[in-house]
Every structure is written in C-alpha cells, then in structure tokens.
C-alpha cells in the first residue's frame, strides 16, 4: 500500500515541474508515477527527464515522447506541436532519447494501470464519456486487473466513474474515493500549463491505494521563465510558419515533416 505521486504532461517544463514535485514531496508521496508527454512544447526536455530518473519516477510514453525520438510521425500533430516537437528532435541529448525510446506503453501495478491516450491508441483523446465507455471495453480486454485507469494527453483534471455500461464524471472539488466495485478513469491534469489559457498552474494528484482516495492539486509556478525560454530557444510557432505548414499539409501532405527525423 502506497501513497501514489501521479503526474504527466510535463512537456519540458522545468518550473513548473519542481512546482508540482514539492509539492508532492510536501503530501509525503511514496512514488512518482508519469503518465507521459515528459518532452515537447517547451525548452527543458533533457532536464525534465533528468529530474524524474533522478526521482526514480515509473513512467510511460506519450505521443510527445514517440514524436520527439522519431518513433511516430507528425501527421496526427497541430501546427503548434509539430513546430515544438521538431524544436524538441533537435534539442534533446543522446541519452535522453534513448531513455524516452524505451519507455513501455503502459505499466499496470496490482489494480492500478498507466495509459497516455486512450488503452490501444496513444493519440486517442479521451475527452468524452462515449471515448471513456469504448476504453471500459478495451481495458476489461487487455488489462482485466485493472481498476483505476491513469491517462493523460488531454491535460485537463478529470475523474470518470464507470458500472457496466454508464460512465459518469465525478466532481473532483474534494477527495475522491473511488469504489471497489466500479472502474475509474482518471486524468491527473497536465504538469505543463504553457498552452493554456487560464490562470497557470502545474497540476498533479495524489492516490492512496489503501483508503482508495484521489487528491488534486494545482500549483503556481513561474510561467514567465518557462516562456521566455521557450520563445528564445525557437519553441513558439510564428504566424507565417503556422500559415506555411498549412500549405505544406495541403500540397504535400504531413509525410514530408518525416524526413527531418534522422
Ligand atoms: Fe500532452
Ligand atoms: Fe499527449
């Protein structure tokens, strides 16, 4: 029985993930556990990886992570996000990729399971019930053990309760306690809260196994840093680069952002 860091969607944003590690460290957290997307968007890829093997986080890939090393392509991508992640594919050291290329796809502990987008598909956004019922199915197929679902990629807080057929969101304005008998699907928020546009804060959770309790935190951090890092270091897409990637898309399709993979 432990008490469960949950985090992910770092995205390469250092402060904001010293931010939400103290303040896991502070809930005297016994794990980390990262449910993906460590790099992309942001300027501090090598660092943000460091910092979590350092912290002998368990961790899996995201889309960022697969995209980022090259193990997947650009074409399910945004402008804004293949432009950062062709930033990212130049910038990360050897070592970190090597580390982000073996990541596992998922990582299940007792009834606990890991995921970043949807069970079979690491791009699928699980953003409404109906994505949540189709992914009910595919985990009683491939992970029966499993009871509550960590995912990640929509970077948005949410609880999902799931008996037979019905899916409900669950208010996450307190602890949540999750029942024996139902599955859960939950998103612990995104680390990295550079694309959004409210009041910027390094969200994270906290699950103890043994009372089955969810916690959900949002931390400030300094956002002004993350971002002039990144503008200078050529993370943030131009309008021009946005309009000439739209034409690319249309002439030639997104095959042609693959051949600066190598
Ligand atoms: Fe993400
Ligand atoms: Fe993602």
């Known amino acids: 029985m432990a008490l469960h860091g949950i985090l992910g969607d770092i995205h390469g944003n250092a402060e904001a993930l010293v931010a939400a590690l103290a303040r896991l460290d502070a809930c ?16 501090d890829g090598d660092e943000c990886v460091a910092v979590l093997r350092a912290r002998g986080a368990r961790c899996i890939a995201g889309n960022h992570d697969l995209i980022g090393t090259g193990l997947l392509g650009f074409e ?9 992640l062709k930033r990212t594919r130049r910038a990360l050291g050897a070592e970190t990729a090597a580390y982000l290329r073996a990541l596992p796809s998922h990582i299940a502990l007792g009834d606990l399971l890991l995921t970043h987008g ?16 189709q992914n009910a199915l595919l985990l009683r197929e491939d992970f029966p053990a499993a009871r509550a679902c960590f995912f990640g990629h929509t970077h948005e807080q949410r609880v999902y309760e799931v008996d037979g057929e019905t899916v409900s969101e669950v208010a996450i304005d307190g602890p949540v306690r999750l029942r024996e008998d139902r599955i859960y699907f939950v998103n612990p928020g995104s680390v990295d809260a550079s694309r959004k546009r409210c009041v910027k804060r ?14 959900f935190h949002r931390v400030p951090y300094d956002d002004a840093a993350t971002e002039s890092k990144a503008a200078a270091q050529g993370y943030r897409i131009d309008r021009w680069r946005d309009r000439l990637y739209d034409v690319q898309r249309r002439v030639i399709g997104p095959r042609h952002e693959e051949g600066e993979t190598a």
Do not use: F, W
Request: proline fraction near 2%.
């Open 118 to 133: 949807g069970v079979r598909d690491v791009q699928q956004y699980m953003t409404q019930p109906r994505h949540i019922a």
């Open 76 to 84: 399910r991508c945004s402008n804004k996000a293949m432009h950062s």
């Open 28 to 43: 005297g957290v016994d794990d980390l556990l990262c449910v993906g997307d460590l790099v992309g968007y942001n300027a």
């Open 202 to 215: 390094a969200e994270c959770a906290v699950y103890d196994d043994a009372a089955r309790e969810l916690a």
